[in-house]
């Protein structure tokens, strides 16, 4: 790939001026491009250098040294132009090269790569997000390495665009059968990256701001009062998963995420609440009201090596609390529906295998609705944000009111 400077002779005017042309070749292409707003008599161009000498003694100014600031500028900009193709494995295309030119090589830059700077905004994110949130960051650049090796097209900010898009959902779908709500979260990490490097002027493309990934609703697993106070009450043979039932017990009577659950120390327990600071929002001194099945946990620890409370891994926990569920019975069937694209999939399990940590938080907002519980309180100790998945959760609620009221009064 070469760049170089010429007279156009055949487009002298009266004076003797001529326009300066700039010829770029790459690959089997030539391109041809006038540098507009500069001109120069044949006398005064040198061939060698392909700038304009200064004109001679006793002649006019002939603006040679802004001249050829304007063609050292725009000789920059191509070779510029040229590391980004070399070091991106770019094939450079007649089209190619012409968009680039066309858009404003200025506008663009085009010494930012795709991964790299995805891997610094990951590592900038470190001081200000949650480990959960960076991990998600993780698993959206190796996803994409993935399409990328998939796809044998080598990522580029500027090649984010609706052709990606369609790409990215087809390799989802047909290849890797991923469910909708991947993909969603896939396009969500992507779109705040691409937000993030806009805003550092690594790059101009605003088309992935189009993007539109829906996020299909999921089902609402969590205890009923009936099962959560089975659990609680039985007496499991081991320590191990006595302190599993109390971990999930604990976190089903407060809302706590198990992220917040994980930073408790003593100093955090109140007499009648805890006081702690939120991981994911970072909100501090939050007071998360106790009740006597939280407060007769704590009591259980106190004094002893798990105070406040026993902490295990989130691989352990999830293990082991399905083992209790199993041993209590919690094993009504639950069917599960998915999409992977259009297609419809469904899968019918025990309750008790679908149980994890999270399902503790789900357990605390249900309840606490179908007991009475006002909206606004819930809201106010479990920090939900998001008004449309916090209506799901009063749904259930008022849908058990309703049921129960067909069992009872109805049937009289």
Request: proline residues 3%; aromatic residues 12%; hydrophobic residues 30%.
């Amino acid at each position: 790939m070469k760049v170089s400077f010429h007279l156009r002779k055949d487009k002298a005017n009266k004076e003797g001026l001529m326009p300066i042309r700039m010829l770029i070749t790459a690959k089997d292409c030539k391109i041809f491009k006038v540098v507009k707003g500069i001109n120069c008599k044949e006398s005064l161009w040198d061939k060698r250098s392909e700038r304009i000498n200064p004109p001679r003694k006793n002649d006019s100014y002939n603006y040679h040294i802004e001249y050829n600031k304007i063609i050292d500028e725009r000789e920059d900009e191509i070779k510029k132009l040229f590391r980004y193709i070399l070091l991106n494995n770019i094939n450079p295309t007649k089209d190619y090269i012409l968009e680039k030119l066309e858009n404003g090589l200025d506008k663009v830059n085009l010494t930012h790569e795709f991964f790299p700077t995805f891997e610094e905004f990951k590592d900038s994110s470190k001081s200000t997000k949650t480990p959960r949130t960076i991990k998600s960051y993780v698993t959206t650049i190796n996803f994409l390495k993935d399409f990328e090796s998939y796809s044998g097209t080598r990522l580029l900010f500027d090649s984010i665009d609706s052709t990606f898009f369609e790409k990215l959902q087809d390799y989802t779908f047909t290849e890797r059968k991923n469910k909708n709500s991947y993909f969603a979260f896939i396009i969500k990490v992507l779109k705040t990256f691409m937000n993030w490097s806009l805003d550092k002027e690594y790059h101009n493309n605003l088309k992935y701001k189009k993007f539109k990934a829906k996020e299909d609703e999921t089902e609402i697993i969590y205890l009923t009062m009936d099962e959560l106070m089975t659990l609680y009450n039985h007496d499991f043979e081991s320590d191990r998963l006595n302190q599993v039932r109390d971990m999930y017990v604990f976190n089903s009577v407060t809302g706590l995420r198990i992220s917040d659950y994980k930073a408790l120390k003593p100093s955090n327990v109140k007499k009648d609440y805890l006081l702690i600071t939120v991981q994911k929002t970072k909100a501090i001194n939050t007071k998360i009201p106790l009740n006597k099945f939280s407060r007769e946990i704590l009591e259980r620890y106190k004094d002893t090596i798990h105070e406040p409370l026993p902490v295990i891994s989130d691989q352990k926990f999830n293990k082991y609390i399905k083992e209790c569920c199993k041993i209590v019975e919690i094993d009504t069937l639950v069917t599960k529906t998915r999409y992977v694209g259009q297609k419809r999939i469904e899968k019918t399990v025990p309750k008790y295998k679908l149980i994890t940590s999270h399902t503790a938080r789900k357990t605390f907002v249900t309840n606490s609705l179908i007991l009475g519980m006002k909206e606004m309180v819930v809201r106010n100790i479990t920090g939900h944000k998001k008004e449309e998945s916090f209506r799901r959760y009063v749904k259930i609620a008022e849908d058990f009111k309703r049921q129960e009221m067909d069992n009872t009064w109805n049937k009289i």
